[in-house]
């Protein structure tokens, strides 16, 4: 593997999980594939989960890991070619980009949507430049379309919860007080509709995805007939896609906020979420403290599904 930005870089998604499965298993089996290479996190936005597993990962393969908060010490960066640099940011992305290339093996890039320029943000504009420009292998921290480290946590998580064979999956949109990208879903529709599931995408009027990753999904904008029988639910705020409204949010209807109402005809699901949650916008207090709730599991595989990427990465495989 060259670089990992989405589902499709796993080649095989089943031998994939396996072999994440091998490595929880026994992560320290790897230990010395990345001795004497460095591994440098590069974070344009905030971070728990990603910025402690990521490293956790880099470490368990023997890696010397560099974390840089473009945000906090570093020049700010002008991230357009042909602007005169009159302004406050000091040095281009251009230049900051090779350069970071010199001091490492692998880089790790998070780098949300900005909601200015919609081809900005779907292009990948800023991602595309590290795999361009820095000459190292590139891995996807979160960007602007996608966050395929946290759908392959998800589905590793799936695959060690499910009960049957081919487990309903429902992805539901909830409320959230400011507009977030649409990264996250996007990236676990991408994964569902490569693994073996029944996925269901429920959203109010006007939160329809992008088609390239809904692709083949059902979408019901029903809630609570889009729950019946799940077996799975994956709940996420994002704001709207479409246009004129990319970017913007259009509803802030708490009968969305998954609770026991929604979770009652489900087939006894378990819950999941990325997080961070807001609890009482995104979900209950009870539903995400009950024993169906899969938000610390999935957390937990972030180490996991980051050290399989990595590990690759290092490998070239
Ligand atoms: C981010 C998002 O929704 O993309 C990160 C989730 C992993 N969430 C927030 O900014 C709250
Ligand atoms: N789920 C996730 O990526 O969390 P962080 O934003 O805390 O890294």
């Given at each position: 593997m060259k670089s990992y930005t989405n589902v499709k870089d796993?080649?095989?998604?089943?031998?994939?999980?396996?072999?994440?499965l091998e490595i929880k298993k026994n992560r320290y089996a790897y230990k010395h594939i990345g001795e004497n290479k460095t591994l440098l996190m590069v974070f344009f936005n905030s971070s728990l989960r990603t910025?402690?597993?990521?490293?956790?990962?880099?470490?368990?393969?023997?890696?010397?890991?560099?974390?840089?908060?473009?945000?906090?010490?570093?020049?700010?960066?002008?991230?357009?070619?042909?602007?005169?640099?009159?302004?406050?940011?000091?040095e281009h992305i251009l230049e900051?980009?090779?350069?970071?290339?010199?001091?490492?093996?692998?880089?790790?890039?998070?780098?949300?949507?900005?909601?200015?320029?919609?081809?900005?943000d779907y292009q990948e504009t800023i991602l595309n430049q590290f795999i361009q420009y820095s000459g190292k292998p590139v891995f996807s921290m979160e960007a602007a379309t996608g966050h395929p480290l946290q759908a392959f946590a998800d589905l590793i998580t799936i695959e060690e919860y499910k009960k049957t064979a081919r487990p309903k999956v429902v992805l539901t949109w909830a409320p959230h007080p400011r507009a977030l990208p649409q990264a996250v879903p996007n990236s676990f529709a991408d994964f569902m509709n490569e693994a073996n599931v029944d996925f269901v995408i429920t959203h109010p009027e006007g939160y329809e995805l992008d088609e390239r990753f809904v692709r083949n999904a059902t979408v019901e904008y029903d809630?609570?007939?889009a729950f019946e029988g799940a077996d799975f639910i994956y709940a996420k705020n994002w704001a709207?896609?479409?246009?004129?409204?990319?970017?913007?949010?259009?509803?802030?209807?708490?009968?969305?906020?998954?609770?026991?109402?929604?979770?009652?005809?489900?087939?006894?699901?378990?819950?999941?979420?990325c997080l961070p949650v807001r609890r009482n916008m995104i979900v209950t207090d009870d539903i995400i403290e009950s024993p169906q709730s899969l938000v610390i599991p999935e957390a937990a595989n972030r180490e996991i599904s980051a050290q399989t990427v990595i590990k690759r990465l290092l490998q070239n495989t």
């Amino acid at each position: 593997m060259k670089s990992y930005t989405n589902v499709k870089d796993l080649g095989n998604l089943q031998a994939a999980v396996q072999e994440a499965l091998e490595i929880k298993k026994n992560r320290y089996a790897y230990k010395h594939i990345g001795e004497n290479k460095t591994l440098l996190m590069v974070f344009f936005n905030s971070s728990l989960r990603t910025r402690l597993s990521t490293q956790k990962a880099g470490m368990n393969l023997g890696m010397n890991t560099i974390v840089l908060d473009v945000n906090q010490g570093a020049w700010k960066l002008e991230t357009e070619r042909g602007v005169i640099m009159d302004g406050d940011k000091p040095e281009h992305i251009l230049e900051a980009i090779p350069v970071m290339g010199c001091y490492c093996d692998i880089i790790g890039v998070r780098s949300f949507a900005r909601f200015e320029d919609k081809q900005f943000d779907y292009q990948e504009t800023i991602l595309n430049q590290f795999i361009q420009y820095s000459g190292k292998p590139v891995f996807s921290m979160e960007a602007a379309t996608g966050h395929p480290l946290q759908a392959f946590a998800d589905l590793i998580t799936i695959e060690e919860y499910k009960k049957t064979a081919r487990p309903k999956v429902v992805l539901t949109w909830a409320p959230h007080p400011r507009a977030l990208p649409q990264a996250v879903p996007n990236s676990f529709a991408d994964f569902m509709n490569e693994a073996n599931v029944d996925f269901v995408i429920t959203h109010p009027e006007g939160y329809e995805l992008d088609e390239r990753f809904v692709r083949n999904a059902t979408v019901e904008y029903d809630q609570m007939k889009a729950f019946e029988g799940a077996d799975f639910i994956y709940a996420k705020n994002w704001a709207a896609y479409k246009d004129p409204n990319y970017g913007k949010i259009l509803s802030s209807d708490r009968s969305w906020t998954v609770s026991n109402r929604q979770m009652a005809v489900t087939n006894n699901a378990y819950f999941m979420h990325c997080l961070p949650v807001r609890r009482n916008m995104i979900v209950t207090d009870d539903i995400i403290e009950s024993p169906q709730s899969l938000v610390i599991p999935e957390a937990a595989n972030r180490e996991i599904s980051a050290q399989t990427v990595i590990k690759r990465l290092l490998q070239n495989t």
